[in-house]
């Protein structure tokens, strides 16, 4: 079984910075793909950065420039840095990996952007 434990959401005022983490653990031989998706409510979910074993990244155009995905493969984690953050990036992150062929997803965290 491989789990994916998120952390770092919270309220935060317009502008400001968040940084979450996405630990994975459990039975795990190869992490390939990971990234981080968000769900607002009533909305789909959505690809927010997705970071390759070798750092390759993809942003989604709604975040570019705002947003940092890194990934420390030692520790099976990847982060996520969210700079100039809007109400609109109100939603719940979810963090998801590509281990050994398999696709897993974390619980979430809320992220909370409001004066």
């Known amino acids: 079984q491989v789990q994916l434990v998120e952390s770092g959401g919270g309220l935060v005022q317009p502008g400001g910075s968040l940084r979450l983490s996405c630990a994975a653990s459990g039975t795990i031989f190869t992490i390939y793909d990971m990234g981080w998706y968000r769900q607002a409510p009533g909305k789909e979910r959505e690809l927010v950065a997705a970071i390759s074993p070798g750092g390759g990244t993809v942003y989604a155009d709604s975040v570019k420039g705002r947003v940092t995905i890194s990934r420390d493969n030692a520790k099976n984690t990847i982060y996520l840095q969210m700079n100039s953050l809007k109400p609109e990036d109100t939603s719940v992150y979810y963090c998801?990996?590509?281990?050994?062929?398999?696709?897993?997803w974390g619980k979430g965290t809320l992220v909370t952007v409001s004066s």
């Open positions: 998801s990996a590509d281990v050994d062929g398999m696709n897993y």
